[in-house]
């Protein structure tokens, strides 16, 4: 559980950083959006997560970023709803990808051969 709650703290870190960045209306969001995407699919580094795992914690957490700053200036019920939404799906792949490397597989029996 410890890899589980360093990678969930790593991304919010991330993506609280970028929702203060994106507060401000002069800020370049391109990199800074760039940034999160890169950091969330960096963050299941050493779990057996293959693109389309990486992928969706990437789009997820620019999404909890974007989300974040909108909620942060008060748009609305739907940002503050639509971030919550999105960190439990975030936790959630998270945790999948956490703990899917620590049952580990069964190792494959393989037959010998007869002679």
């Not at 997560?49 to 909620?71: D, K, N, Q």
């Amino acid at each position: 559980m410890p890899g589980f709650l360093l990678r969930a703290f790593l991304l919010l870190a991330v993506e609280c950083g970028a929702a203060a960045l994106l507060r401000d209306p002069g800020t370049p969001w391109i990199p800074v959006l760039l940034a999160v995407f890169v950091a969330g699919s960096a963050v299941p580094h050493g779990t057996e997560a293959e693109l389309g795992a990486r992928f969706l914690v990437a789009v997820t957490a620019v999404g909890v970023a974007r989300l974040g700053a909108s909620a942060w200036e008060g748009h609305g019920p739907a940002a503050p709803a639509g971030l919550v939404v999105l960190l439990l799906l975030q936790t959630g792949a998270l945790l999948r990808l956490s703990l899917r490397g620590r049952r580990g597989r069964r190792p494959v029996r393989r037959r010998g051969r007869r002679r």
